[in-house]
């Protein structure tokens, strides 16, 4: 199946500091990826929907400007976390649509980051 | 409004035996009804995905079965074994962009 790839897999930070995740699918073009958080035993939800050249889709209750979103590629979309809080440590997980071969929605392998 | 709902929220079988997860759904402007395994600390693999067409797909020890008329849909899991022990999810979009809504997830336990 299709490669994504997410870098880092695990971020240690400190309350105030910004942290950057990077999505990237690998074998194939994602006009459309989705950026999903995950708390431990939980279901993941959905933050938005990113396409590339555009601005991202927030979900309800989703703060964009703490959540920023660039999908400057059609292999790249990143997450930036600003001015990151203890309440922001989580799973991050990115997904990738694959319109042009499958049609299928392929994740990433997560980001876990923990604000100090 | 949690539009997709899924139980049990965990299960034990036996090995060899049969797991049976369930979930349902409000939206009826969802058409695509994906399964995905999650291990701890990695992200979700799709397993096995249903669109309204048809009312059952079958893919190695994976089923699904999909009710319409009643927003329903479950994955069998047959002849299961340890390293199916796991957190399933459904999940639940629609055609355009595939945008998915989760359900709460069922860990399920194979135990030897």
């Known amino acids: 199946g299709a490669v994504v790839s997410q870098h880092p897999s695990w971020v240690i930070c400190k309350s105030g500091t910004s942290v950057k995740i990077e999505c990237r699918s690998l074998d194939f073009q994602a006009t459309t990826m989705f950026w999903y958080r995950q708390f431990p035993k939980q279901s993941l939800m959905l933050m938005a929907t990113s396409n590339e050249g555009s601005k991202a889709t927030y979900e309800q209750g989703v703060e964009k400007d703490k959540f920023l979103i660039n999908h400057a590629s059609l292999t790249l979309s990143t997450l930036t976390v600003t001015s990151a809080h203890p309440e922001d440590s989580s799973f991050y997980i990115c997904?990738?649509?694959?319109?042009?071969?499958?049609?299928?929605?392929?994740f990433g392998e997560g980001s876990r980051l923990t604000v100090l | 409004q949690q539009q997709v709902k899924q139980s049990p929220q965990s299960l034990i079988v036996q090995k060899g035996g049969i797991s049976i997860i369930n979930c349902a759904y409000e939206n009826t402007a969802f058409d695509y009804f994906p399964w995905y395994q999650q291990f701890p600390g990695k992200g979700p693999a799709l397993l096995i995905a249903?669109?309204?067409?048809?009312s059952e797909k079958k893919e190695g020890r994976f089923t699904i079965s999909f009710n319409k008329s009643a927003k329903q849909f479950s994955l069998h899991i047959m002849d299961s074994q340890p390293g199916d022990s796991a957190t399933y999810f459904c999940?639940?979009?629609?055609?355009?962009?595939?945008?998915?809504?989760f359900g709460g997830g069922t860990r399920v336990l194979v135990k030897p």
């Open positions: 999940a639940a979009g629609g055609a355009a962009g595939n945008k998915l809504t």
């Open positions: 997904s990738a649509l694959d319109r042009g071969r499958t049609g299928e929605l392929f």
């Open positions: 249903i669109r309204p067409d048809v």
